[in-house]
């Protein structure tokens, strides 16, 4: 009995082509089966973002047009300037008030040995606005100062000045401007404070009786103590003696007190 045999390589190749078109036929399959339903949205909507793209190319372009146009306006007006020379305004110079000259009536002042002798309280002439004071004299003061309030620097003509304003007698509730360079600044330790304050220092022109001076002040806030004016030792050096029991010793001359009465101190 004869057998006979199959040759496996020859099988093996005969099934390995056959393997494969069917794995390629499933692969064709998938792919054409793939869902198509959204296609249509996908396409408006890059419709919509091509459209909205130009739009803002568009609005760029005009908002770029714009800036070069205020630039080139900027530039112009600059330029315009320049060529024009436009001088830096400066302010009118100050008018330094000055006491007035006294008549045949030059008040009274007591001196020994050319100083003036004053009492604790003397009536203290203002220039400028021509106010009328009563003073206190402290010889434990440095420096003199006045009531003031509103202290505002400023510059003017390349100068530090400051505006600020001084009570007016009598009148409660009123003040008077006043504008002086700046002479320095000194720092003032208070025992009701725990820091220095800085105060600032002009030169103002009065009179004491018969006596004129210009001497520094102090621009303070007095509106707590009784006086609006304070003498200290700046002035009382070598200029005048007090006498600690009296007060007013000295006596104003008429014309300051007829231009205190009327304001007129031009």
């Not at 190749?13 to 949205?41: Q, T």
């Not at 996908?42 to 630039?71: D, K, P, S």
């Not at 000055?98 to 020994?112: K, Q």
Request: proline fraction near 5%; glycine fraction near 6%; charged fraction near 25%.
């Amino acid at each position: 009995m004869g057998y006979k045999f199959f040759r496996p390589r020859r099988f093996i190749m005969f099934a390995i082509p056959g393997l494969a078109l069917v794995l390629a036929g499933c692969s064709a399959d998938r792919y054409f089966m793939v869902p198509k339903d959204g296609v249509e949205d996908i396409r408006a909507a890059v419709h919509t973002q091509r459209a909205t793209l130009v739009t803002m190319e568009n609005n760029a372009t005009v908002r770029q047009e714009q800036l070069l146009q205020h630039n080139q306006t900027a530039t112009q007006s600059i330029l315009d300037a320049i060529s024009t020379q436009v001088e830096r305004p400066s302010c009118p110079p100050a008018v330094q008030p000055v006491c007035p000259s006294v008549s045949e009536d030059r008040g009274r002042a007591d001196r020994l040995k050319g100083k003036v002798i004053v009492g604790e309280l003397e009536k203290f002439y203002l220039a400028g606005p021509g106010h009328i004071y009563t003073a206190r004299i402290d010889s434990g003061a440095e420096t003199s100062s006045i009531h003031a309030r509103n202290v505002k620097r400023f510059e003017r003509d390349g100068g530090n000045w400051v505006r600020f304003e001084v009570p007016v007698p009598g009148a409660d509730g009123e003040w008077a401007t006043m504008e002086r360079e700046i002479s320095r600044r000194v720092r003032v330790i208070q025992a009701s404070a725990e820091e220095a304050e800085r105060r600032v220092v002009v030169e103002l022109q009065f009179a004491i009786g018969d006596h004129q001076q210009v001497a520094e002040f102090t621009l303070a806030d007095r509106a707590n103590l009784t006086y609006e004016v304070l003498i200290g030792r700046n002035i009382l050096r070598d200029v005048m003696l007090i006498d600690v029991g009296k007060e007013f010793a000295t006596e104003l001359p008429d014309s300051y007190r007829e231009r205190a009465t009327t304001g007129d101190d031009s």
